[in-house]
């Protein structure tokens, strides 16, 4: 929601502390707030504050800008009343932000009373009248059917426990756990976020021990909690969000998407409809076709060629045969084909050709040898090893990944996704309110960086080289895009952002390694994931001098730290399940460009098309074509059918293959399952008796497709 004149808030606890900051705050932006309050004389002082702001956006308006209610958030008739009254000025309710709050009047190791005016008065005002303003909010919201957001304040003490008054913590808690439970109004455009401060300087806080806040960090500015509570009401990906905030790191959102992923399933409705895909069988041919590397060269089409290789049963004991359906292109193949993964002379590494090529795919486990667990045929399962540039991967079982479909985005997720997750949790440390910088973000690994560290509470800054790549990564939610084909990234970096950058995740290398140095502010950290821009060339990849770097670090205390995704096996399925459920529930996107690679032999066309610097996403290649029958597809069919009905399946086919034909594929596979389902439809028809108004458009469908 874009903060503009004209807009109406609510606001409880608005005549002190936070309330009377954000009403000033909001009226700065000419939006009219109702102050809502239980000390008249504080209340009328904020309103006529708010009302002298408006002044600068409003003149010769029929109504007041700002009103004051009086009212005891804890009695719902007079909620209900400053409700009812803002309503009347105002006619809608675009924001609320609920901030009344009380500390336990008497501590609860020390109360020998009922309660009455005690804990249960805590209670009654710290959570039950935020359930209260929260539920007539949204009624008002929903039915004006028009976007809303709102705020409770929560506290630290929600998060972790207050020993000193746990009744405080419980109720903050408690604010926490049920505004992050409203996650579903957001498809209603309702936003309801809670914020989390440590100690700002108010009267409630004055009453602690300073030197406990010395020791927590200092006090919050209220410029920062602002900063905050305006981030919850803009940025639209933000709904059941908590933003923690504090003296020592800022802002920050908890829990973090690793720290979610621990607790969180797949809906059952999504695991229904996932589970028709486990059970296909894979026909086992006796043979099969891969990519090998026979000769060491960073010239990949000339290091590799296509073999067929056989396939004998049963499988080896703890093996799991795996027939692949996509696999993941990645500037390093070039790197292993001249054989730089390899330790050991050339003449060493030469011995031991040919190499299967390929470091990723996803698909489907044909057979398991003797001693699988848990793994059965079938099943969707990913890989990250080599040989994936085959149509099948014979591998140990200990290095199958489970997954939920055998998708190009599950594709995407691994090597780019995994190295992205991983390396800025471990290698970066990455915070909350910080900036980060993502070179070549709108390829495969850059484009998971860029909304990790946005979903961090970070401000992302990210270069790119082409319209398109901008278009993509502005869609991501990059605060600054860098096009370099367009702007000196030198040039932007030092101008708008002349304290530098926290994080750097580098992947170019050469020259854009230097620029990315020289921009890093103090304390800032370097993660190194990659350096395409040297693996290519007349030969190949080649060491190179930093003159000065050590210098150049010690001068700022700075780190640049090397990642290296194979170091990090044991952290695979932790960050995939992760990632995967962050795709699931729409918090991340997944880009796959759009350039059509099928079967073994488009393998090297593949690579030299992503080295080429014109690919947008993740490069993908597929085996659909040639290999994976009408059968499989029948499955999804059957999901999109169960899920979404038949005039909207009927949709989803013909646009599948109107998309293929845009973008010059086979689309046979797809025109078959469309005449399919066409002709299944014409023969329900007929037994249903609604022929006139369906069968009729599917038996014109069939002869136009058929």
């Keep these: 929601m874009e903060l503009k004149s004209g807009l109406s808030a609510f606001i409880t606890g608005a005549a002190s502390g936070i309330g009377r900051a954000l009403s000033i705050a909001l ?72 901030c009344a709050g009380i500390t336990t009047p008497i501590l609860f190791h020390m109360d020998k009373t009922d309660g009455s005016n005690s804990w249960r008065q805590a209670i009654d005002v710290n959570l039950v009248a935020v359930v209260d303003c929260t539920h007539r909010a949204i009624k008002i919201m929903e039915a004006a059917k028009k976007p809303g957001v709102i705020i409770n304040l929560g506290s630290a003490a929600g998060l972790y426990p207050n020993i000193a008054d746990p009744i405080y913590s419980a109720t903050k808690g ?57 981030e919850l009401i803009t940025d639209e990906s933000k709904a059941g969000s908590c933003l923690w905030i504090t003296k020592r790191r800022g ?40 990519v090998i590397v026979h ?44 054989g730089s993964y390899f330790s050991g002379s050339k003449q060493e590494i030469s011995s031991r050709l040919p190499f299967d090529a390929g470091f990723e795919g996803v698909g489907l486990i044909a057979a398991v040898g003797d001693g699988v667990k848990n793994l059965k045929v079938g099943t969707p399962a990913a890989i990250m090893t080599f040989g994936a540039y085959a149509e099948f991967a014979m591998v140990p079982s200990k290095h199958i990944l489970p997954v939920a479909r055998p998708d190009p985005e599950v594709v995407a997720m691994l090597t780019s996704g995994l190295t992205a997750s991983i390396s800025l949790e471990k290698a970066a440390q990455m915070e909350t309110g910080k900036t980060v910088l993502v070179t070549a973000a709108a390829g495969g690994t850059g484009q998971f960086a860029v909304q990790l560290a946005k979903l961090a509470g ?70 190194v994931i990659g350096m395409i821009s040297q693996y290519q060339g007349e030969h190949g990849w080649k060491p190179r001098n930093y003159t000065g770097l050590c210098e150049k670090l010690l001068a700022k205390s700075q780190t ?87 005039y909207n399946l009927l ?34 028809s007929y037994l249903y008796g609604w022929y006139a108004p369906c069968g009729m458009f599917c038996y014109g469908m069939f002869i136009v497709v058929g």
């Excluded at 006529?48 to 008739?77: M, R, T, W, Y």
């Excluded at 908890?254 to 996932?274: C, D, H, I, N, Q």
């Excluded at 089409?301 to 990645?330: F, M, Q, W």
């Design 27 to 98: 009226a700065q932006k000419g939006i009219f707030v109702t102050v809502v309050d239980f000390s008249e004389e504080r209340g009328k002082e904020v309103a006529l504050l708010v009302q002298k702001e408006n002044l600068k956006f409003h003149s010769g308006l029929k109504f007041p800008s700002a009103i004051f209610v009086k009212c005891d958030v804890s009695n719902k008739g007079e909620v209900a009343a400053a409700f009812e009254k803002h309503m009347e000025v105002y006619g809608g309710l675009d924001i609320c932000i609920n």
């Design 174 to 230: 408690g604010v926490v756990m049920f505004t992050r439970s409203l996650i579903p109004y957001k498809k209603k455009g309702i936003r309801a976020n809670v914020l989390c401060p440590e100690f700002i300087r108010t009267e409630m806080a004055e009453k602690v021990d300073f030197q406990f806040i010395e020791r927590m960090g200092g006090y919050v500015s209220m410029e920062t909690l602002i900063q905050g509570a305006f």
């Design 251 to 290: 802002l920050e959102y908890w829990p973090t998407p690793t720290e979610e992923a621990k607790y969180l399933v797949a809906p059952s409705g999504l695991k229904k409809r996932f589970s028709s895909v486990m059970n296909y069988n894979v026909q086992i041919p006796q043979s099969f076709e891969k």
């Design 295 to 338: 000769t060491l060269s960073h010239n990949f089409r000339s290091a590799t060629s296509i073999v067929r290789a056989p396939l004998k049963l049963p499988i080896k004991p703890d093996h799991v045969l795996l027939k692949i359906i996509y696999a993941g292109v990645n500037a390093s193949d070039v790197n292993f084909s001249s």
């Design 458 to 527: 970070n401000k992302v800054v990210a270069t790119c080289g082409g319209k398109d790549k901008a278009i993509l990564l502005k869609d991501l939610g990059v605060d600054r895009v860098i096009d370099y084909k367009e702007e000196s990234i030198k040039n932007v970096l030092k101008k708008e952002f002349p304290k530098g950058v926290d994080i750097v995740y580098e992947s170019v290398g050469g020259d854009m390694f230097d620029l990315c140095l020289n921009a890093l502010a103090v304390y800032g950290r370097m993660v």
């Design 560 to 646: 640049v730290a090397g990642f290296f995704l194979v170091q990090y096996a044991h952290l695979w399925q932790q960050h995939l399940d992760s990632l995967v459920h962050l795709f699931t529930v729409g918090k991340l996107k997944v880009a796959i460009d759009p350039k059509s690679f099928v079967g073994v032999q488009s393998v090297p066309s593949a690579v030299e098309y992503l080295h080429s610097g014109k690919s947008v996403g993740k490069v993908v290649k597929t085996w659909l074509k040639q290999d994976i029958n009408t059968r499989l597809f029948t499955y999804w069919i059957s999901d999109a059918y169960q899920a979404t009905g038949c």
């Design 651 to 684: 949709c989803l086919m013909t646009i599948i293959c109107i998309r293929d034909m845009y973008y010059n594929v086979d689309n046979s596979y797809s025109l078959n399952i469309l005449v399919y389902f066409l002709y299944s439809v014409k023969m329900v």
